[in-house]
């Protein structure tokens, strides 16, 4: 299994700009979550789906963030205009619900810069 | 809300040297799971605690669960560089599908 897969992986933009990170979770997987880590905030949970329905999405920072998730195998989170402060590293985790099975696996990332 | 606490925020360790991270909630935990993630990584799973007072153990790494299901501890015997990371626990309350992550304890182990 190629696990979890985020692209980019480096993405650099001006501020203003529109920002779409993409994931495609592990095959059979019916959780998406996507989180943002920085040093001052931690990792933060900022929407969750369970079978392409989003559930939760309190921890989006605001109007200028938006998710989607079209199909089991994508999911994009898009950040329309950008601005510095959402420089931070991204990450996209997918888990399969059960007992014992609700262990969450990352993908490597999309380490944004808004400059 | 739901709030995950870790402590100490940082720890440097000589090699060779226990190491010990702490977990707190606000809340009355169903699980509590932890991960690692090693610099300029991503987290990884580690191990999954469920019952009250309960203990588990990997090689050097030993995880406890409290008995009111609101603490946990990870505990490294005799660091070694490879142990250098981020350690992070995540609870999870009854009937949620998402974890809380804590806010982490960065391990740094000096040769």
């Known amino acids: 299994d190629a696990g979890v897969i985020q692209s980019p992986r480096h993405e650099v933009t001006e501020m203003g700009q529109e920002v779409t990170l993409r994931c495609k979770p592990i095959s059979g997987h019916d959780y998406l979550f996507w989180y943002r880590q920085t040093m001052m905030r931690g990792l933060e949970l900022l929407i969750y789906f369970n079978n392409n329905v989003p559930i939760d999405d309190s921890g989006m920072p605001e109007d200028r963030f938006s998710a989607k998730m079209p199909n089991a195998s994508f999911s994009t989170l898009k950040i329309q205009p950008s601005e510095p402060r959402d420089s931070a590293v991204y990450f996209c985790?997918?888990?399969?619900?059960?007992?014992?099975?609700?262990?969450?696996?990352f993908g490597a990332g999309t380490r944004l810069s808004v400059l | 809300g739901q709030q995950v606490m870790q402590i100490p925020q940082y720890q440097h360790v000589q090699e060779g040297e226990d190491f010990t991270t702490y977990c707190n909630s606000s809340t009355t935990l169903s699980n509590i799971q932890w991960y690692k993630q090693r610099p300029g990584g991503h987290p990884v799973f580690l191990i999954q605690l469920v019952k009250s007072g309960e203990v588990k153990k990997q090689k050097r790494l030993t995880f406890q669960f409290g008995e009111a299901k609101k603490n946990s501890s990870l505990h490294i015997t005799a660091t070694q560089t490879t142990d250098v990371g981020t350690y992070f626990c995540?609870?999870?309350?009854?009937?949620?599908?998402?974890?809380?992550f804590g806010t982490g304890t960065r391990l740094t182990v000096i040769p």
């Open positions: 995540a609870g999870r309350q009854t009937g949620a599908n998402n974890l809380f």
């Open positions: 985790a997918s888990s399969r619900t059960g007992v014992g099975k609700n262990i969450q696996y």
